[in-house]
Every structure is written in C-alpha cells, then in structure tokens.
C-alpha cells in the first residue's frame, strides 16, 4: 500500500494550490499572508538512532519476521503522530519528538499476540496504527516513552463473507476502497464514507466509532459491526454470537471507540448490504439554517430518510465549503440562505419513491430545490476537503476542524455557543477567523455538528489554535453536547471526555485497562490518563 503524503494529506500528486479568488479573499477579508516558510526536506528531518533495545529488536524480528521491524528513518518519520492540523505544523517544522523506536507489521492474530508478549516483556508501549488518518492525537502516547508504532497494514484481508446473513469478516488493516473493492466483488457494500475513507482502515473505524458521510441511511460503523476480535496482553477476547444478545452487557460496545487503548482489534465482523443499483445526490436551499435544521428534524423523525442528509450554514454555504471543487468558481450560487444535501441510494422504484416523498417534505419545509448539480458537485469534491486545508496552510492560513452532538433542542444553542468562542478567541488573539458549520450527520433525537475554522496564521499557531480549542471544547460542554461525535478522544479531548464520563465512569474504564493491559503499555495516554 502506499503511505500519505508525510507532511500533508493523501496522495501527493492530488495537491493544488488555492485558486486566486480564494487567496484574494483570504487576504482581503482575515489579512492572511505568506508565511515565508518552507516545509523541512523529509530528508533533513533530524532523527535519532532508534533506542530500541537489541534484544528487544531481535525478539520483535523473531515474531514477525526481519524484514517486517523497521528502525530507518524514512518509515519512523511515517509513522509520527496524524494529520490533524497542528500535527501537519511540527511536522512541517522538521519536529519528531513523538517518533517511533520502530514500526512492526505482524500478518495475523497470533502475531499481533506474540508482539504484544515481547513488547510486554520489555515494557515497550504500542501503538496501534491503521492509516495514519487521526486528527485528534490518537498516534502518539500521551506521556514521552519509547514506543513501537504496530502497523496493521499486512493484515488486509476479507476472511469471511456470508451472504445469507449478509455479513463480512474483515481484518484491521484493510483499506476502506479496497474493503469495498472486495465486497463488490460479491455484489455488496459496506456503506461507510467518511472523508478519510480513501486512507483510513476497517480498524481504525472501529476503535473510533467513524461514522461516514451515508450514515442516514446506512448507520455509523459502530452501527454496522456484529462481531470483534482483540489481542491484548493477557490473551485474545472474541465478542459477537449473534446479532443481538441477552447475554450480559455488550462488551463489543465496550470494544468500539477503545482506540487502542484495551488491546489491538484483528478482525471486525460487519453486517453489509447489496450494491445500490442507483445513486442521485441533489441540492436544496433553505432561507436559514434554522428552517434548514428543521426540515432536516422532519426527514429524520418521521422519514423517508435519505441515505445522505447534510445541511452547511451560511457562512459555509457563501464561502462553497458544502460543494470544495467549485471553491473559487462560478458555479457557486450567489444568493443567501443554506445549501442542503440530499442522497438517495438503492433500487430504482425505492430511490424514486423516497426521493420525491423527501421532496414534498423539504418544500412544505420552505426548500427550494436546486437539482442534482450541487448534490452531484458534494459527491465529486466530498474528500478533497483535506486537501484544501494543506492549500490553506501552504498560503498562511490556519485551517482545523472539530466536531460534536446533541439533541435536537440543543442545537442551535450548541451552533452559537461553539461559534463564538471560537470567534471570540481568535479575534481577540489578533486572528478573527472565518466559522464555518454544517450538520454532518442525523438521528432521530439529535444531530452532529461540523465546524471549519478559518483565519491568519499567528506567530505561535500551535498555541493559537489550542486556546481556540479549549475555549470551544468548554463552550461544547457548557452546552451540552458530546466532546466528540466520530473524530475520536485521541489525546485532544481526553481532558473533556474525562469530565463527559465522570469519575466513577473513568473508573471503571480503567480497571478494565488494568485487567486486559497491567503493564499499561497499549495506546498510554489515549482515550485514558495514565495511572
């Protein structure tokens, strides 16, 4: 498999620079300037000799093979931290503090298990690694140590298909486009798309509770999953019988969204469903976000729900964020109010029929339809938004997302709250910023909230951005919303999600770390404090 771009995001060749209207407006409207920096050659990174032990190094390569323990490096600096903004910054500033002794590949379930005995052994933390795609600090241990980075990347195989049941054992390391890949082969789909779908993997998914771009209609993954197998230090735990049980409380649950924290997941088992025979994305304008989020509460509670469902606000919609490629372009409508999304996946008569019943509701609604264009235009651009945020960075300008959730009557509370600490922060820094907000994602009780911040890089922008951050993290609590929706605890919202779960619940968490990690060597830091 190919690795991302070590300083940015995906596919190298896929970069662009920012179109001239877009610099203009940065310039003109947030005072964004060149930085007059250069991103640090990989090359001249300066990387210390790997202080992994010999001996440790030689029982690691009698487990997985020589050729399978990387110390150079070239694939240490791959495997340090993700690609969260202020991560692409150190490492753009040529700063590997948090890299990796080495980075191991095991091929199978017993492997992952004789990794973790050895690293056991020689009190070495791992860290699990998919497809590097965390933006929330979840690839670097929370406390400085010398760590193993375990790459699942050879374990990428379907193991199971069973298309009575309509279900799909898949291993951890296995790419999202080639997961699909697989499954189309027999005539199905996962369904999950998130925005790192091009790079993240079905472990990473899972350890984080993702939930992808088609989750109206398809569920988060967290939804999706039956079964899960993980290794940890103290032996294998195999969870999913039967697609729902009596039997106890859930401990898949307790599985999903561990991020690496509990043990190594080895094999997910999915449930899938046929391959639609017909895709139709189309736009909707509504005068407010408002009117907007209302509408979307109707298709949500009372349906026909459609298989994507989003709404930008206005200041997203203005700026184009909800359609990335037409960024700069004169296909942006020039009118107020806020763009929707609406997709519908299926058979024909069934795509038909929910379509035109969404349509009479989001015009009683006060939508305005504006035909698929807009919506085609979201499914073309829907992953480059990474990629604009390198551009952004490139031109001067900090650019970073965060996101969360709550119930209905919470959120415009939650949209106003999150903006103006937000705005209020960065303006106050001497950096008034561009706020930007869709709803990403629906449920019958509630919705998620997706915020892109815009504006001036400062002297300092890791800690510009992290009093922005904290400021916006107390305004998601204060309001009621979750510290996060699908983007993970990492190490960025630990502090939040410790006040979010409680003491008693932290807790309880953490002797169950105790029990499946004594050494407290998976993940330290992550999700949970170390002791």
């Known amino acids: 498999m190919d690795d991302m771009l070590w300083s940015g995001w995906g596919d190298p060749a896929r970069a ?3 179109p001239e209207p877009v610099t203009a407006l940065l310039r003109d409207l947030l005072g964004v300037k060149p930085r007059g920096t250069r991103t640090v050659p990989l090359a001249d990174i300066p990387v210390p000799p790997t202080p992994l032990d010999a001996t440790a190094h030689r029982s690691l390569a009698a487990t997985v093979g020589e050729e399978h323990v990387s110390v150079d490096a070239e694939t240490r600096i791959r495997h340090t931290r993700g690609k969260s903004t202020p991560d692409l910054l150190r490492m753009r500033d040529g700063d590997a503090e948090d890299i990796p002794a080495a980075v191991v590949l095991p091929d199978s379930h017993d492997e992952v298990l004789a990794v973790l005995r050895v690293c056991a052994e020689h009190r070495l933390p791992v860290v699990p690694f998919g497809g ?3 933006v929330v600090g979840g690839l670097a241990p929370g406390r400085r140590a010398t760590f193993v ?15 009575v049941s309509r279900t799909a054992t898949l291993q951890p390391g296995l790419r999202a486009p080639r997961a699909e890949a697989l499954l189309a082969e027999h005539g199905f789909t996962l369904g999950h ?9 079905i472990g990473g998914f899972a350890a984080t509770r993702s939930s992808g771009q088609a989750s109206a209609g398809y569920g988060r993954f967290d939804e999706m999953v039956l079964g ?12 999913g019988r039967a697609p729902r049980s009596a039997a106890g409380p859930d401990l898949r649950q307790l599985l999903l969204g561990s991020e690496g924290a509990f043990g190594v997941l080895t094999s997910v088992t999915v449930r899938i469903r046929p391959v639609p025979q017909v895709r139709r994305y189309e736009g909707w304008r509504f005068p407010s976000f408002e009117e907007g989020t209302a509408a979307l509460r109707r298709l949500a509670q009372d349906g026909p729900r459609p298989t994507v469902l989003r709404l930008s606000d206005e200041t997203e919609t203005l700026i184009g964020l909800a359609q990335p490629d037409a960024i700069g372009s004169s296909a942006l409508p020039q009118d107020t109010g806020c763009t929707a999304i609406a997709g519908f996946e299926g058979t024909p008569e069934d795509t038909v029929r929910r379509r035109d ?16 264009e807009p919506g085609e235009r979201w499914a073309h651009g829907r992953y480059s938004a990474p990629y604009l945020r390198d551009a952004l960075l490139d031109a001067g300008a900090f650019a970073e997302t965060l996101e969360t959730a709550t119930f209905w009557s919470g959120v415009p509370r939650l949209h106003a709250a ?4 937000l705005t209020t922060t960065l303006t106050g820094a001497g950096t008034p910023p561009l706020v930007m907000c869709h709803i990403s994602h629906v449920y019958e009780n509630g919705a998620s909230l997706y915020f892109t911040v815009v504006c001036a890089q400062a002297d300092d922008p890791l800690a510009q951005w992290m009093r922005a951050k904290q400021a916006a993290n107390e305004a998601i609590l204060a309001a009621g919303g979750t510290i996060t929706h699908h983007h ?3 190490t960025d919202h630990r502090d939040g999600y410790l006040r979010e779960a409680g003491p008693l619940g932290i807790a309880a968490l953490q002797a169950v770390k105790r029990r499946l990690d004594p050494a407290g060597l998976l993940n330290p830091g992550v999700l949970l404090p170390t002791d």
């Open 16 to 18: 662009t620079p920012l």
């Open 132 to 134: 590097g795609t965390s």
């Open 149 to 163: 980075a375990l790459d699942l990347r050879r374990m990428n195989r379907l193991l199971a298909l069973d298309p």
């Open 193 to 201: 798309f998130p925005q790192s779908y091009e790079w993240a993997t």
């Open 228 to 239: 899960l197998t993980l290794a940890t230090p103290e032996g294998t735990l195999d969870t």
């Open 357 to 372: 019943r969404a349509a009479a509701v989001l015009r009683d609604c006060g939508g305005t339809p504006l035909g698929e």
């Open 418 to 421: 999150v903006r103006e600490a």
């Open 488 to 490: 993970g605890v990492g």
